[in-house]
């Protein structure tokens, strides 16, 4: 079946911009993460939803960072006025829940900030 | 949560048994111990998971001491396509079961 898809694949923005990043999850998975991954690094995480419960946003490093989920589908990863730091790969991954620690990454969208 | 130590890099050639150390010290009662494959433009995939003593699927075994401060991510006759960075990270049983990843470890496999 189909996998954790993400859009844009690519995207490059100019400083002060913002950019808007899409994860469709696996169907019926009902968690979905969000993650950051720095050239060279280990992923950072960033928010976390699970059903219907508030998401867990302990992981965005500003309010410049906010992320919705439409039910148990879509979500979208939003970076306000983006500053160069933010350059990374963007990382979403959803799981069954419950007692599942197997999450299924996609393939990332790589945001290049100018 | 528990902060894990595993090396930077490591070489192997095709056909060994490669294992992979990592060390949690910190590890609670009702962590999980999990390890995650990533090949360069992808993002990480599961390889296996387990609690104490010994896990094994069709791709990897996992090897837990009876302390649990460490593990040892063991693959058996490696091949080329097996060069990718290997996470170690542990998981709580309870709430958000978002993943802390480290470093990881860069295993080379050559010809």
């Known amino acids: 079946g189909a996998g954790v898809s993400q859009s844009p694949s690519n995207k490059v923005t100019e400083k002060g911009k913002d950019v808007e990043l899409r994860c469709d999850p696996i169907?019926?998975?009902?968690?979905l993460y969000w993650y950051r991954q720095r050239l060279g690094q280990g992923l950072e995480f960033l928010i976390y939803?699970?059903?219907?419960?508030?998401?867990?946003k302990s992981g965005l490093p500003s309010d410049r960072f906010s992320a919705e989920r439409t039910g148990e589908s879509v979500s979208t990863l939003t970076i306000q006025r983006t500053q160069q730091e933010d350059s990374a790969v963007y990382l979403c991954?959803?799981?069954?829940?419950?007692?599942?620690?197997?999450?299924?990454f996609g393939p990332g969208t790589r945001l290049t900030v100018t | 949560l528990a902060k894990t130590t595993q090396p930077i890099s490591m070489d192997s050639y095709e056909g060994q048994e490669v294992n992979i150390t990592c060390s949690h010290n910190?590890?609670?009662?009702?962590?999980?111990i999990t390890w995650y494959q990533q090949f360069p433009s992808q993002g990480p995939r599961f390889i296996i998971q387990?609690?104490?003593t010994k896990v094994t699927n069709e791709v990897a075994s996992l090897f837990i001491p009876a302390d649990r401060k460490s593990s040892t991510l063991s693959l058996p006759r490696v091949s080329l396509s097996d060069t990718a960075v290997y996470y170690c990270?542990?998981?709580?049983?309870?709430?958000?079961?978002?993943?802390?990843f480290g470093s990881g470890t860069r295993l080379q496999v050559q010809p």
């Open positions: 991954a959803s799981s069954l829940g419950g007692d599942s620690y197997e999450q299924y």
């Open positions: 169907s019926g998975h009902t968690a």
């Open positions: 939803f699970q059903g219907n419960s508030a998401p867990d």
């Open positions: 910190n590890i609670a009662t009702n962590d999980y």
């Open positions: 387990g609690y104490k």
């Open positions: 990270l542990v998981a709580p049983d309870t709430g958000r079961r978002a993943l802390t």
